[in-house]
């Protein structure tokens, strides 16, 4: 956010439109010759990186409103407003602590743990090697008697 002053137009009023900025671009040159003669190719490649807005010695920034008209402004940022705060945030605020929460975490992984178990072998084993589990203990939990 910021705070351009004036903001509006001295000679018609509207608001600015924006910064008067000065972008460098590279005016192409075409094909030399070996005694290093050349011409303009006609492309410019802009230097989007470099764009910069025009400031005087008081520091104030040329701005401009849609009808063209120029004016030296104070461009001055605004500190950003506060980030809301996040809902743990919210919560801890109220009084909330995580054994508040100990059940719904329960029942939700519980949730999961029957809906990856009705996926199928593919599916239990996808979730258990994506959980840490290693193939030495899914070897181990699966091991059959010798037939
Ligand atoms: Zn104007």
């Known amino acids: 956010m910021m705070r351009v002053d004036p903001h509006r137009c001295p000679d018609c ?3 600015a439109e924006g910064t008067v900025d000065i972008v460098p671009g590279i005016a192409q040159f075409g094909d030399f010759s070996e005694d290093g003669i050349t011409d303009w190719a006609g492309g410019t490649r802009m230097c989007w990186d470099g764009q910069m807005p025009q400031t005087d010695a008081q520091g104030r920034t040329l701005v401009q409103c849609e009808h063209a008209h120029d004016w030296w402004a104070v461009v001055e940022g605004l500190e950003p407003p506060p980030p809301e ?3 743990a945030e919210r919560l801890e605020s109220l009084g909330v602590t995580g054994e508040d929460l100990d059940e719904l975490v329960h029942d939700a ?9 009705n996926s199928g072998l593919a599916g ?20 059959k008697e010798d037939a």
Do not use: D, M
């Not at 992984?109 to 178990?117: D, F, K």
């Open 13 to 15: 009023g509207e608001p």
């Open 85 to 87: 705060p996040t809902l």
């Open 109 to 117: 992984a519980s949730r999961i743990g029957s809906e990856v178990n």
């Open 124 to 143: 239990q084993l996808r979730f258990l090697l994506e959980h840490g589990v290693t193939l030495q203990e899914i070897e181990q939990a699966t091991k």
